[in-house]
């Protein structure tokens, strides 16, 4: 009989086998150590992350592939196969609003500038330069869930045997980078401070899923809201054009991924536009604004039979 020690996440949930503890032989008494098992390795993490395109025949060519392996081994083996194309997909997640602290380097004696108790980092794209963000971890932090939402709303497509696994691993990707910036970035070396912050992540991500499922659902006005709340802190100091373009950036986005078959997404081959692109079209001014204001007769009366 053998001991399985599990290796677990920030949300108590168990990744995969970390290793066998020593197994004992019945028949001859002797105990032996198998060999670890570990999820297949893939690109090693980098705190300024890149995505190159993938080649569309070498895209064919993985599709393929992926097929060919979970005909032959199954279910068991596309765990790992998802594990190593999220852990891909999630870094064109992340690269989208990528910050960096350089005041935390060993050579530099510059502490971090600090507002509101936040540390301030330094970030370059169209949500920090165009949008006006502060690049801070919460600010990283809520855009990488924005777009790990947009992928989730694809993987719920996968077939229902599929699509947990996929969007799992993604998650845990996103905590693990996290955790991962907690420490290297601002410092947090205790552990139980982390998982505190993670645990209040954990909710907050909770909180702008079903946020964003209710916008898509009831309208832009109800989208524009969630965004509001989650990218923009709810602040008063709101650039209206700004949120209009990324309201339209997530249709933009979730439609674009729809017209996807599940074999180009399980291949990996994803890259986010960009959000300033959407200008020119928040520009265009609605037909319903040259229409005059109606005021619509509500009808207060009982219906029959109604106390």
Known sequence: MALRLYRWNCLGRRLYPAYEARQIDPHSGKTHSPAPIVPPKANPPSQNVEYTPHDPAAAGTSVKLAQEVRRRAGRATETYIAYGVTENIYKECA????????????????????????????????????????????????????????????????PAAHAPAWQQHLLDHFFYDAEERMVNYHGMSARGVRNRYLKDLFIQYRGAMAAYDEGLCKGDAVLATALWRNIFGASDDLDLVGLAQVVSYVRRVIRALEAHEDETIAAGNIEFGDPG?????????????????????????????AL
């Open 95 to 158: 690269r989208q609003a990528d910050y960096s602290i350089p005041q935390n380097n060993e050579k530099a004696s510059i502490e971090p500038e600090i507002t509101s108790g936040v540390q301030l980092g330094v970030g370059d794209g169209w949500w920090y330069k165009e949008l006006g963000l502060q690049p801070t971890f919460n600010t990283w932090a809520q855009i990488t869930m924005l777009h790990i939402y947009l992928l989730a709303t694809r993987f719920r497509n996968f």
């Open 277 to 305: 692109k959407e200008k020119d079209l928040v520009h265009v001014k609605s037909k319903l604004m040259s229409e005059p204001l109606q005021d619509k007769q509500v009808d207060t009366r009982s219906p029959p039979g």
